[in-house]
């Protein structure tokens, strides 16, 4: 008889995660919380100078709309949002120099969503989108959602964070190359992009027929008299403008999670319409709210623009006593880079938080590394959000001052 052949166990198999997950990278404006968290269980006072979340209070008829809300039941909206929200963000546009139609609208779930889908509609997997870093670092995140390569461009404090020249950008047209993506006023820089500048992206765009993929959240965010130019407004290339846009920042709104894509290209709406649907439609509720919000824009927006560069003016006198740091006075938006007197921004700033304090008080900032694409850049560079209160900002400033003298990283 033959002998019976033996079983083994086989040992079974562990799941595993994507590439794309690993990949995937954290926020360097987040990343820092647990630190903050326990700095506060200490009963350290912490000035959150790292996140553009704004003081300042939402408009009251926002509240309003969303309590006045009657309906028994919360049902599927449409997937490219609310009529009367479009017809709103239409107006509003109208109001602000820019001709938009009803059917150039879509909503989304938020600013970040109208980003992912833009990507998605212009690009394969491993096609490429142009951007100049320092950039609002969720564009890394959401290109690796999207599978698109970034191809950053840098940008340097010295020049105040204005584009490279003409020359510059054009050579890294590849074939891969889609569209080029912008955000004017600029987070985190504050930057706000000259006409000049606007006419040489609209000249390379034209040529190597790209998408302009124009980040605006931050259109009335602009200073010293100064006027914020759209990429909607560049003649020519109407069909190829993907603006990206958000009530989060506008109205002081960061939680309700509403945005819109503005596009004037029917067929690049009808693809876009498509993701939306997969999603099935953004929050019924905080677009009712947005609603209300948008209403009152032209009462609303006025003091609170004030009230950003009174907090700009404050903090720049400020920093111009602390030795060692060296900035541009941003020029839109609420946000600066700034470049410290240290090697490791990362570093610094979690020391701030888990072994330092000043009169039981510290702060947090956001390493600027997290804002660029290309590796070892911005190490010793934070983005600063003015987003506190004059009190606020001139209690961080003495902590701050207080930190750079004691930190020897």
Not at 257 to 272: F, H, L, Q, S, Y
Request: net charge positive; aromatic share 10%.
């Amino acid at each position: 008889m033959k002998a019976a052949k033996k079983q083994t166990k086989s040992r079974p198999h562990k799941p595993a995660l994507s590439k794309r997950a690993f990949a995937m990278p954290q926020s360097p404006i987040r990343k820092l919380s647990p630190y903050a968290d326990e700095a506060k269980e200490k009963g350290i006072h912490v000035f959150h100078l790292n996140i553009g979340q704004p003081d300042i209070e939402t408009p009251k008829e926002m509240f309003e709309a969303i309590a006045s809300y009657r309906e028994k039941v919360l049902r599927y909206g449409p997937s490219g949002g609310l009529l009367d929200l479009r017809l709103a963000v239409a107006d509003y546009y109208r109001r602000v120099g820019i001709d938009v139609d009803l059917d150039n609208v879509w909503i989304t779930t938020g600013g970040s969503e109208a980003i992912l889908f833009a990507m998605m509609a212009v690009c394969d997997p491993g096609d490429e989108i142009l951007v100049f870093e320092p950039f609002y670092t969720n564009y890394n995140g959401l290109a690796v959602m999207a599978q698109v390569k970034l191809i950053p461009m840098t940008t340097k404090v010295e020049n105040g964070f204005h584009l490279p020249m003409h020359k510059g950008i054009e050579a890294k047209v590849t074939r891969k190359t889609k569209a080029i993506l912008i955000n004017t006023p600029n987070n985190p820089t504050g930057t706000v992009l000259s006409e000049e500048e606007m006419y040489i992206l609209y000249k390379i765009c034209k040529k190597h027929g790209l998408f302009l993929l124009s980040d605006e959240v931050y259109r009335e965010f602009v200073y010293d008299g100064r006027t914020q130019t759209s990429a909607l407004s560049l003649p020519e290339i109407q069909d190829q403008v993907i603006v990206l846009d958000s009530i989060s920042k506008r109205f002081s709104a960061c939680g309700a999670r509403v945005g819109c894509i503005i596009n004037r290209n029917k067929k690049v709406m009808d693809e876009i319409i498509k993701f939306s649907q997969a999603r099935l439609c953004p929050p019924t509720i905080a677009q009712i709210g947005a609603i209300g919000a948008y209403k009152n824009f032209d009462h609303y927006i006025k003091p609170v623009i004030a009230e950003y560069e009174h907090r700009r003016d404050f903090l720049f006198d400020g920093l111009q006593k602390i030795a060692g740091v060296y900035g541009h006075k941003p020029e839109g938006a609420f946000y600066t880079v700034l470049r410290l007197p240290i090697k490791n921004a990362d570093v610094f700033c979690r020391w701030l938080l888990s072994d330092f304090e000043h009169n039981k008080k510290t702060v947090m900032l956001s390493p600027a590394n997290g804002f660029y694409s290309s590796p070892r850049k911005g190490l010793n560079e934070v983005r600063i959000a003015y987003v506190l209160k004059e009190d606020d900002l001139r209690d961080a400033l003495i902590v701050l001052d207080a930190a750079l003298k004691k930190f020897k990283g």
